[in-house]
């Protein structure tokens, strides 16, 4: 069978080893295995939600309401917009590639910090699209300016908090990048992580409504992380009304499902789970910071719900990433983001006593 000639380019996204993976593998029971490669939350699914998620189990038979009504009332009054500014996907993911498909192909390119989450170039490639990257992990203004003017590309992604380097970039930065492009360039500023950034420090809160007087600029927002329900697939984009009308044109209906779309609204009405999500994260990123400092280790300070680890040439993130893994310990590598580095979701205080334990002892 001959492919399109598009595929040859894309590699596979390499999602976190599940658990069961390293049940099979290594033996370990299931309940032994800590699992801080996903950034999954990692209190748990919020009870009020499981229990939504139970009672609306005797509508499995039905489609779900594809207008999405409620959730989008729910997203609006949230953020302060009109539900007709709203897109919904199975996980902001989903709305990445309803703008991959909606605006590129062939002739196009898209423009990305060095490292930045996988899926932008992966949707764009697909289109046929030219991948451009700044010289930077960090979204330095000033290389984006440079490469837009030098390429032209067609989207521009933001990824603030950026994943999977967990440093954020500033409103004032996002609205300089912003306002050096063109109206044909859409700029992608993704939030998947915004919560963790906004509760730390002021200057890189971005709210949707900040970036609505723009035409050309979408925001994309997830459940999967502070909200706690990455196996629930919910993801939003905010936009101007012709942009995401556009956008509905790429979307199938029921793309999401009628237990999905139950959980996120219950999820959107729980501001406390989302504070003690970010409560526990913030006491327990100190450990990470302490124990790097303690053993001279270099890590970039985050503005998400995982912490990365930088290795100088003494440790290999590859041999760190497979020895913790026999221990049943799951993180992230990121030497195939050309990074000696190790990315760790910051788990509840007895999973990150269960990584501190056998990291010392690898590094021993
Ligand atoms: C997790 C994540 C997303 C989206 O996740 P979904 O589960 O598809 O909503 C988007 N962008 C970044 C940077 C992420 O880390």
Same mark, same amino acid.
């Given at each position: 069978m001959k492919f399109n000639k598009v595929l040859e380019d894309i590699q596979l996204y390499e999602a976190g080893k599940p658990i069961e993976l390293v049940v099979r593998e290594f033996g370990i029971a299931p309940e032994d295995v800590v699992k801080l490669a996903s950034n999954e939350n990692p209190i748990g699914t919020n009870p009020i939600v499981a229990e939504t998620i139970m009672r609306n189990a @005797?509508? *499995?038979h039905l489609y779900p309401d594809d207008s999405m009504f409620e959730l989008k009332a729910a997203l609006a009054s949230l953020y302060d917009? &009109? *539900? &007709? $500014?709203i897109i919904i996907g199975a996980g902001s993911d989903q709305v990445l590639e309803f703008i991959s498909h909606a605006l590129l192909n062939e002739t196009s390119s898209v423009l990305m910090s060095r490292v930045t989450f996988a899926m932008y170039e992966i949707y764009a490639k697909q289109m046929g699209a030219k991948i451009v990257r700044t010289p930077s992990y960090a979204h330095r203004v000033e290389e984006f300016i440079e490469a837009y003017e030098r390429h032209r590309p067609k989207i521009i992604y933001i990824c @603030? /908090? $950026? $994943? /999977? @380097?967990g440093d954020a970039t500033s409103k004032e930065d996002v609205l300089r990048i912003i306002e050096a492009v063109d109206a044909d360039t859409l700029i992608v500023v993704d939030g998947a992580y915004m919560e963790y950034a906004a509760a730390k420090e002021a200057k890189y809160a971005i709210a949707p409504k900040d970036l609505?007087?723009?035409?050309n600029v979408i925001y994309l927002g997830t459940f999967s992380k502070a909200y706690g329900l990455g196996g629930m697939r919910i993801g939003y984009g905010i936009a101007q009304k012709s942009l995401i009308g556009a956008l509905h044109k790429m979307r199938p209906p029921f793309n999401v499902t009628t237990l999905s779309l139950a959980a996120a609204l219950e999820a959107s009405k729980d501001r406390a789970f989302v504070e003690r999500s970010i409560a526990l994260h913030q006491e327990q990123i100190k450990r990470y910071e302490a124990f790097a400092n303690e053993h001279a280790i270099r890590y970039i300070d985050s503005y998400t719900n995982f912490i990365t680890y930088l290795f100088d040439g003494e440790f290999d993130s590859t041999q760190i990433a497979n020895a913790l893994l026999k221990k049943g310990v799951i993180i992230r590598n990121l030497a195939s983001y050309g990074m000696n580095a190790i990315r760790i979701t910051i788990g509840t205080a007895k999973q990150n006593d269960t990584f501190f334990k056998y990291f010392k002892e690898i590094m021993a």
């Open positions: @005797t509508r *499995a917009v &009109e *539900a &007709e $500014n @603030t /908090p $950026n $994943n /999977p @380097t609505l007087g723009y035409d």
